[in-house]
Every structure is written in structure tokens, then in C-alpha cells.
């Protein structure tokens, strides 16, 4: 077995995340749009953060494989991606988390006028770490052009990655209500459509090809 090969029990992991984090996210958005588990003033919910907060988890393994297959044709761009990939994601993931620690606050007597102090003037401390999280649907549109260009992928997966990654932001960073509504739900769709068919027609038949010649030429 080549010495770079991943592991057959971390591809099945991978697969797994490419397919249940982005269906994860569709959850998280649908949450939201059916009013499920809102927190006042009504443009969030602890339900759709418990959902984000796994889907943007698995994004993690995503991002960064998909950015290492980006730069075996394009290195530069490879290498930011790896970085915006993984501040994103990570950031991305402690905003969903956010959402569940503000209603569990509220829960203990943390009231609408202390949210809407913070909301209207949030500490700089927190959006020295916050800025980060546009990096997640940013990472999405560099994938998808560098795909594009390098036709790693199908034309209709590369349109599909950047099309989710400028719907996504239009909600979750400039909060306008009819993107709420319509692209967050569409983008994390996009995501689920594009990100599972890679996790099924692509992630792992490299290694298998790789493997089958390695075994073949020991036989030999």
C-alpha cells in the first residue's frame, strides 16, 4: 500500500463527512425557515445552530481535502483555501455554537436588553475572531473557480460551489431578510447536491487506483 494512501477507515469517514455535513447544513437552514426554535428578535434559531454546529464541524475534513486536491493543479490557490478552509470552518462552527450558548443564557435570565446591547455595539475582542467567518462561504467560491479552471470537476459542481458560497453570506453576514429566506436555504442545498456527488463519484477512487497498480506491480 503506497505510504501516501489514506487509510480506508478515514475514507469512509470522509465520504461520510462530505455527504452528512453539508445535509446537516440543509437542516440547519430549514430549521430557521420554518421558525423552529427561534430566539428573538426572530433572525436566528438554537435549533438551526445545533444542526450548524455539526454540518460546519464536518466541513472542516471537506475543506481541506478538496483544498489539497485543489493544489496538485494550482498551489497558490490551494494554499489559501487550506487556510481560509480551515478559519472559516472553525470559525463558522463557534457561531452556530453561538446561537445554542445565547438561548441557553437566556434561559438563565440573560434578557433582551443585554442581547440587543451586544448585537447593536459587539466587542471588538469578539469580532477580531467573528470577521473570520466569512472565510467559510469565501473558501466555497475559490474552490469553485480554481475547480473551474483546472475542470477537476463537471462545470455544473464548480458553478454550484461558487453560487453557495455567494448566496450563504448574503444571510448569515449581511442578515437581509429575503436572503434569509431564499439563498441560505438554496446555498446550503447547492452544497449538499455538489459536496455529496464529489463524496460519491470521486473521494477515494485515486487511492483505489493507486492501490490496485501498487498491488499489481508487487505481484509483477
Same mark, same amino acid.
Given at each position: 500500500?503506497?505510504?501516501?494512501?489514506?487509510?480506508?477507515?478515514?475514507?469512509?469517514?470522509?465520504?461520510?463527512?462530505?455527504?452528512?455535513?453539508?445535509?446537516?447544513?440543509?437542516?440547519?437552514?430549514?430549521?430557521?425557515?420554518?421558525?423552529?426554535?427561534?430566539?428573538?428578535?426572530? =433572525? !436566528? @434559531?438554537?435549533?438551526? %445552530?445545533?444542526?450548524?454546529?455539526? +454540518?460546519?464541524?464536518?466541513? $472542516?475534513? *471537506?475543506?481541506?481535502? /478538496?483544498?489539497?486536491?485543489?493544489?496538485?493543479?494550482?498551489?497558490?490557490?490551494?494554499?489559501?483555501?487550506?487556510?481560509?478552509?480551515?478559519?472559516?470552518?472553525?470559525?463558522?462552527?463557534?457561531?452556530?455554537?453561538?446561537?445554542?450558548?445565547?438561548?441557553?443564557?437566556?434561559?438563565?435570565?440573560?434578557?433582551?436588553?443585554?442581547?440587543?446591547?451586544?448585537?447593536?455595539?459587539?466587542?471588538?475582542?469578539?469580532?477580531?475572531?467573528?470577521?473570520?467567518?466569512?472565510?467559510?462561504? =469565501? !473558501? @466555497?467560491?475559490?474552490? %469553485?473557480?480554481?475547480?473551474?479552471? +483546472?475542470?477537476?470537476?463537471? $462545470?455544473? *459542481?464548480?458553478?454550484? /460551489?461558487?453560487?453557495?458560497?455567494?448566496?450563504?453570506?448574503?444571510?448569515?453576514?449581511?442578515?437581509?431578510?429575503?436572503?434569509?429566506?431564499?439563498?441560505?436555504?438554496?446555498?446550503?442545498?447547492?452544497?449538499?447536491?455538489?459536496?455529496?456527488?464529489?463524496?460519491?463519484?470521486?473521494?477515494?477512487?485515486?487511492?483505489?487506483?493507486?492501490?490496485?497498480?501498487?498491488?499489481?506491480?508487487?505481484?509483477?
Amino acid at each position: 500500500m503506497p505510504t501516501n494512501a489514506i487509510p480506508s477507515n478515514q475514507m469512509n469517514l470522509l465520504r461520510f463527512a462530505f455527504i452528512a455535513g453539508p445535509l446537516l447544513l440543509v437542516l440547519s437552514a430549514l430549521s430557521f425557515s420554518l421558525g423552529i426554535g427561534l430566539i428573538p428578535p426572530g =433572525i !436566528t @434559531s438554537y435549533v438551526e %445552530g445545533i444542526f450548524g454546529s455539526y +454540518a460546519i464541524l464536518l466541513f $472542516v475534513p *471537506v475543506y481541506l481535502h /478538496l483544498a489539497g486536491m485543489l493544489s496538485q493543479k494550482n498551489k497558490t490557490l490551494g494554499t489559501i483555501a487550506t487556510i481560509t478552509g480551515l478559519a472559516g470552518s472553525v470559525t463558522g462552527f463557534s457561531l452556530e455554537l453561538f446561537r445554542v450558548i445565547e438561548y441557553a443564557l437566556r434561559q438563565h435570565g440573560a434578557g433582551d436588553a443585554v442581547w440587543q446591547s451586544f448585537y447593536a455595539n459587539p466587542n471588538g475582542e469578539f469580532m477580531l475572531v467573528a470577521l473570520m467567518g466569512p472565510l467559510f462561504p =469565501i !473558501t @466555497s467560491i475559490l474552490l %469553485g473557480a480554481g475547480f473551474w479552471r +483546472a475542470k477537476t470537476f463537471p $462545470v455544473w *459542481v464548480s458553478a454550484g /460551489l461558487i453560487a453557495a458560497g455567494i448566496g450563504f453570506p448574503l444571510a448569515q453576514v449581511l442578515e437581509l431578510d429575503w436572503a434569509l429566506k431564499v439563498t441560505y436555504p438554496m446555498a446550503c442545498v447547492l452544497w449538499f447536491i455538489t459536496l455529496s456527488y464529489i463524496g460519491v463519484k470521486h473521494i477515494g477512487r485515486n487511492s483505489a487506483a493507486a492501490h490496485s497498480a501498487e498491488l499489481a506491480r508487487l505481484a509483477g
